[in-house]
Structure formats: structure tokens, C-alpha cells
């Protein structure tokens, strides 16, 4: 059955909706949407997808894993240390997109009474997402999101979320300002005053060993923090501060765990990130001589 409508006997909110999307249509001009996939709600928080399918100068568009805790409440960096559930996003069952990577804000040294670990304390925090579309036309992601997150106890918290990408379809202008303003807060690249300059095992290969460059101005009474990520199957503990003088800082850290495909004299690139106060820097460095023992 077709039903029919007179334009002229709609609201007017109604009837300048329905012209603006038909003037869309006409034009050509591309639809904007909030490519948003709802909230998951749990006892401390929720979380949802958010989406700006825009392409990007390479190709790519972004996205961001969107948490918000309740007051006390908390949650980790990628690898919290010893203790902990770093969030984990699995796109697998997507359809024709790839998640080409998931970045981290500045995390901060968490002292729960029972562990200490790298994580957030704030209400909002904000995982920024890089996708790639692998085929032409619509496209859909189906996304599994396991993490945790802590105020006496922990607790995981998993949820599915599912966003259909129709062809030319673009975020609305308030998505994506939350968009870009999460890869704002991400830390920034080392530059020459504020840098990781060695990075490398000690006699034993027990431990690390880490100096950072530190900026000549700094915040008053700002303590500089570093936070160490590997890939799959590496584990550290917590940075031990050695020394600070003048601009430079000195760190040990334990190898907790080496996966078992490492051999003797392998080479691995860790990911550091130093802040210092609210400056934050992110390096890449390879580092000799790893072995399972």
C-alpha cells in the first residue's frame, strides 16, 4: 500500500527537513550522519563507536572507541603491567574495512592499593580509531570490544556494535569535532628537546635501560613518567626511576615476559610514551637482544 503526503499540510520543522534532504539529493551533495552505534551501558560506565567516514588524504578514515566512566571508576593503557585488561577491538567480521591501527591518549601511574599499572582516571576517555576500506561501495563494521574497568574491583566490560557505511556517506559536524579532538590529545612525535635517546637491555637482558631528553621549560613540580608497550607476548614492569639531572632521566624497567618465538639476538620495536605534566611524547625505538631464557 502507498501512502502519500502533502508537503504543504506537514509541521513546518517536518517539511523543511524533508525539502533539505530532497535538495541533498538533487545536488549531489553528500548526506551527513552521526556514525554513531549507541552506548553499551555496564555498572561503571558505557561505551560506544563513533565514525567519520571521510577519507583522509591517504586513503584512511578514523573513528574513536568512545568510554565514559562514573565517578572513581577506571580503566587501561594497552599494557596496564602485571595487572590488568587492555582493551582489545576486534573487527574481523567486518565487511570490506580494516582497522589499520587504535591509538592511546597519555595514560597515568595508577596506585589501586593492591597493583600499580598504567590506565585512566578520567571521566572521558577517548581510544582514536585508523580504518581502510578493503572494497568499493557500502561497507560495515561489526566491532568486539572486550576491556576492562576498575573502581574497588574490576570489572570486563564487552559489548558488539555494528555501524553500516553506506557509499559517500559523511559524519555531521559536531562527530566530527569529537573525532579530531580525540587525535588532538594524542601524545605528540619526540622532538629535539623532548625525546627517548637510548633504549637498550642490560648485561643480563633481564632489564631495560631508558634515557629521555627532557624539555628545558617545565612545568613546576612535574614529575616525568614513562610508559612502555612491546608487541604481542612481551610484558614489563612498572619504571623504576634511576636518576634525573639537568634535562636528562634515567629509567630501569623488568622484562616480565619474552614470547617464546624470540631467539637469541632478536630485535623488537617497543613503543614509549614520557609525559611530563601535560606534555606527552610517543617513540618508536628498536631494541637488540632479546631471548627467551
Not at 35 to 40: N, Q, R, V
Not at 63 to 83: C, E, F, H, M, V
Request: hydrophobic fraction near 40%; aromatic fraction near 8%; charge should be negative.
Amino acid at each position: 500500500m502507498m501512502i502519500g503526503y502533502c508537503l504543504s499540510s506537514l509541521p513546518h520543522r517536518l517539511f523543511f527537513r524533508i525539502a533539505g534532504a530532497s535538495l541533498a539529493l538533487a545536488l549531489g551533495l553528500t548526506p551527513a550522519l552521526s556514525l554513531d552505534s549507541g552506548w553499551a551501558e555496564t555498572e561503571g560506565g558505557r561505551m560506544r563507536l563513533l565514525v567519520d567516514p571521510t577519507p583522509r588524504a591517504d586513503g584512511t578514515f578514523t573513528g574513536i572507541l568512545d568510554i565514559a566512566l562514573k565517578p572513581g571508576w577506571k580503566t587501561y593503557w594497552r599494557d596496564p603491567g602485571g595487572a590488568g585488561i587492555p582493551p582489545m577491538l576486534d573487527v574481523s567480521e567486518s565487511e570490506g574495512i580494516t582497522l589499520e591501527a587504535m591509538q592511546y591518549p597519555p595514560p597515568v601511574r595508577i596506585n589501586d592499593g593492591y597493583a600499580v599499572w598504567a590506565g585512566y582516571t578520567t571521566s572521558s576517555v577517548q581510544f582514536p580509531l585508523e580504518f581502510s576500506r578493503s572494497a568499493s561501495g557500502s561497507a560495515s563494521i561489526h566491532a568486539n570490544v572486550f576491556l576492562g574497568i576498575c573502581e574497588k574491583i574490576c570489572v570486563p566490560f564487552q559489548a558488539e556494535f555494528e555501524i553500516d557505511l553506506p557509499e559517500g556517506t559523511g559524519a555531521d559536524d559536531a562527530a566530527r569535532a569529537t573525532i579530531r579532538q580525540a587525535f588532538d590529545r594524542l601524545p605528540a612525535p619526540a622532538g629535539a628537546d623532548f625525546n627517548v635517546e637510548k633504549a637498550v637491555l642490560d648485561a643480563k637482558g633481564d632489564q631495560l635501560e631508558i634515557s629521555a631528553t627532557l624539555p628545558q621549560f617545565r612545568p613546576s613540580g612535574a614529575t616525568p613518567e614513562l610508559f612502555v608497550a612491546g608487541p604481542q607476548g612481551y610484558a614489563f614492569g612498572q619504571p623504576e626511576l634511576v636518576s634525573e639531572e639537568g634535562g636528562s632521566v634515567n629509567w630501569t624497567v623488568d622484562i616480565e615476559s619474552i614470547p617464546a618465538s624470540a631467539t637469541s639476538g632478536t630485535t623488537e620495536t617497543l613503543d614509549f610514551v614520557v609525559t611530563l605534566g601535560q606534555r606527552a611524547i610517543a617513540q618508536s625505538v628498536p631494541v637488540k637482544g632479546f631471548s627467551r631464557k
